[in-house]
Structures are given as structure tokens and as C-alpha cells.
């Protein structure tokens, strides 16, 4: 030791006075531990485990280990196995609503709105493949388990309400055709989405060419643009 130099004094118990103790160790503990960021951690995970293995093939076991946590964890926050699914798909499907209203449409001209919800849409399906993989596997389950979320069908509305106030404003410039049902159109534009991701590998299989594969992601991004605003819009 230096000359001049402290060393810490020992309490009575010989450990040195600066040494935090029992109850300082479990409230720093206590502060570092933020169970909302757990939860946004388990359910990170199991979208990708449930997406890659289905609801029947996922493995609790697995989710709590990839994130440090354990089953009895996983059941306090979220009941069971189906309670853990059922809030991943209420997170999937919550992500993409929230981030359609960020595109603020109802600020722009109706072509130009419409031409970026599409686009929007088509980004999104075409990142998010766990997205798709999601609602692949819940349709095999016949909706069994996200009808039993309650905000599910308010949350999904938002996008109908999107469409009505394009089509209305559109109408109203006379850009856009006045026989359109917005359920009906959202229902257009998912499928021309989805089924270039969803369906890739059995229409590769059959034709020789991934429609998912980045050469041709631009060309397929400007056709399904094209296609719903040659839909929508009205005859000169």
C-alpha cells in the first residue's frame, strides 16, 4: 500500500465499510429488474418461436432459456402457452396498425395516400415474415385463439377507417370510383401482399421463380401499387 494511503475500515464483521450490503445488493437488484422489458423480451422470442414452429410444435422451455428467464415466469405474465400465443399474435398484428397510423394519410392527397398505404403494406409483409408465418398458422387453427382477444377486432378496424377516409376524400375530388367497399379493397391489397410472401415456396416450386426474391421485389412493389390505384381510381 501506498504511504498515505486509506484502506477501507472493516465493520464489525471484518468485511470493509465501503462493501454494500445484503439489502443494498437486493434493491440494486430490484432497480435493474424492469418486468415490462422482460415482457417485451419474452414476447419477442416467441414470435419467433411460435412462427417458426406453430403453436403446437413451440417449446416454453425454449422461450425461457433464450431469454433468462424460467416457465413458472412465463406463466405468471401470461397464463399458459396459448395465453403467451395469444399476446404474440396481439402484438403482431398491434405493431402493423400503429405503424399505419404513423403514416398519417388523411394528411395527404387521396392518390398519394393510397399509394403509400399500399406501399406500406407491401414493405411490411415483405420484412416481417414472422408476421406472415403468424397469420398462416393462425388460420390453420381457424382463428381459435385470436377471436379470444378482446382488443383484436377494435385494433384492426383502424385500417378500415384508413380506406373509408381515402375513398370518401378521393370521391370528393373525383379521383376515386364511389362503388368501392373499404373491407373489400383492405382484403385486395393484403392479398397481393401476403400471397407473394406467404405462398413463395409452393409458386417457386411450381414455376421455377421465388416471387419473394430481391431482383424482383421492385417490379412487384410497382405492379400491386399500380394494380389498386387502377382499381380505385375513377374513369375519365
Request: net charge positive; glycine share 6%; hydrophobic share 35%.
Amino acid at each position: 500500500m501506498k504511504k498515505g494511503s486509506k484502506a477501507a475500515e472493516p465493520d464489525t464483521n471484518g468485511i470493509p465499510s465501503d462493501t454494500p450490503g445484503p439489502d443494498a445488493r437486493r434493491s440494486d437488484a430490484r432497480r435493474k429488474y424492469d418486468p415490462e422489458q422482460t415482457k417485451r423480451n419474452i414476447l419477442e422470442v416467441a414470435t419467433q418461436e411460435f412462427s417458426a414452429m406453430g403453436l403446437t410444435g413451440a417449446r416454453v422451455d425454449a422461450i425461457a432459456e433464450r431469454t433468462n428467464t424460467t416457465k413458472r415466469m412465463l406463466y405468471y405474465y401470461f397464463g399458459s402457452k396459448e395465453g403467451l400465443y395469444q399476446a404474440v399474435l396481439e402484438k403482431v398484428y398491434g405493431d402493423i396498425r400503429a405503424l399505419e397510423q404513423e403514416l398519417h394519410v388523411s394528411e395527404l392527397d387521396p392518390v398519394e395516400g393510397m399509394r403509400a398505404l399500399v406501399e406500406f403494406t407491401f414493405d411490411y409483409h415483405d420484412r416481417q415474415r414472422d408476421f406472415v408465418r403468424l397469420v398462416t398458422i393462425e388460420n390453420i387453427h381457424g382463428a381459435k385463439y385470436v377471436e379470444q382477444v378482446k382488443t383484436f377486432k377494435g385494433r384492426n378496424v383502424t385500417v378500415i377507417h384508413t380506406i373509408e377516409d381515402l375513398l370518401s376524400r378521393g370521391i370528393a375530388a373525383g379521383q376515386f370510383r364511389s362503388d368501392i367497399d373499404p373491407i373489400d379493397l383492405h382484403l385486395l391489397i393484403s392479398s397481393l401482399c401476403f400471397h407473394r410472401v406467404g405462398n413463395r415456396h409452393t409458386f417457386g416450386t411450381a414455376f421455377g421463380r421465388d416471387p419473394s426474391h430481391p431482383r424482383l421485389r421492385a417490379r412487384h412493389r410497382a405492379m400491386i401499387v399500380d394494380a389498386v390505384l387502377r382499381f380505385v381510381r375513377k374513369d375519365d
